[in-house]
């Protein structure tokens, strides 16, 4: 039995690494679904289905005549096949004393084909795996072929992140935000729970692209996402909006906490220095809406922080404006007159 390593900090970085993929919480991709069809019918299985392993669960993201959705990780036979670097393949489990004790075997379990579903940087996060309750043989030539589709199961969840990626910063595109946006506006609808969402937008981006050239606001879009990231919730709820202008979606954030950020994230912006530019300076302006638990009204949320950002640059950009309400800061955080040739 090959064995993958399987240290604490291995499956920190695992967990992690699945976690990226946002596979778990997004959408259902209907092409895995069709790959664990083509599972099923390939070897003749009576179950078929993609399965992925977070610290505690085991989830199923593509079924083939499965009803369950989810177990605990422990009581998952793909739960072992994470941890090889092989196929674990068991065409009768009463005949073979490794697993003929195991849970899933008393309620019936007797085959499994389990093909690790492994990350290009090494880590397992899930399988696609083929199972019945009567012993099948499984040739070498299907195990192949079940490799293959695996590969292309891997393939399509990488694809499906790449869909929803912005090429250039990392963080989500427009789609892959509002998506985020949505879903989070949802879970809002029915826990009631603080929403904060954010717009920023660099002041007179065009003039540090007119000024220093593209490779100049190429590198200035990459660290004010990077930024971004540091203060939010999680890199996975920033998004470029388009060109210049990122979204931060704050879960569970109050309208104080999240501006509270947001300028810690415009000082930060405004001490951006890159050595191979080193006249270049950039400023950000922000509107910020908050939603509090009593709130429920969330159809015109973007609409108020566009609104909030249009007044924050109206009103001189480098700062930040709460929706519906006065420029967020005091006369002391207000900020400084930029110098001559500065470009904000």
Known sequence: MSEKCNSVADEDDRVAALQELDILEGPREPALDQIAKLAQLEFEAQ???????????????????IR??????????????????????????LMDPRF???????RGLRSYVGIPLETRAG???????VFGTEPLDFAQDKITKL???AKLAMLCIELRRLAVQDHLTGCLNRRGFMAELDRHILHHDRAMADLSLAFMDLDHFKQVNDLFGHPAGDLVLQEVAALAAKSSPGSDLVGRLGGEEFGI?????????????????RLAIEHIALPEFPALRVTASFGIASLG??????AGLMA???????????????????AEGQPSRDQSMQPQTRRSGRAA
């Open 47 to 65: 179950h078929a289905g993609i399965m992925m392993i977070d610290a505690t669960r085991a989830t199923f993201v593509a079924r083939a005549n």
């Open 304 to 322: 108020k922080v566009d609104a909030a950002l249009y007044l924050a640059k109206a009103n001189g950009r480098n700062r930040i404006v709460v």
């Open 100 to 106: 003929r004790t195991h849970p899933q075997v008393a």
């Open 147 to 149: 490799q293959e589709l």
């Open 249 to 265: 979606l704050m879960p569970g954030v109050t309208e104080a906490s999240a501006v509270a950020a947001m300028d810690r994230l």
């Open 123 to 129: 880590f397992n996060i899930g399988t696609l795996c």
């Open 293 to 298: 638990p009593a709130k429920a009204e969330v």
């Open 68 to 93: 369950l959705k989810s177990m605990p990780r422990d009581e998952a036979f793909c739960n072992i096949a994470i941890q090889r670097s092989e196929p674990l393949v068991i065409r009768d489990m």
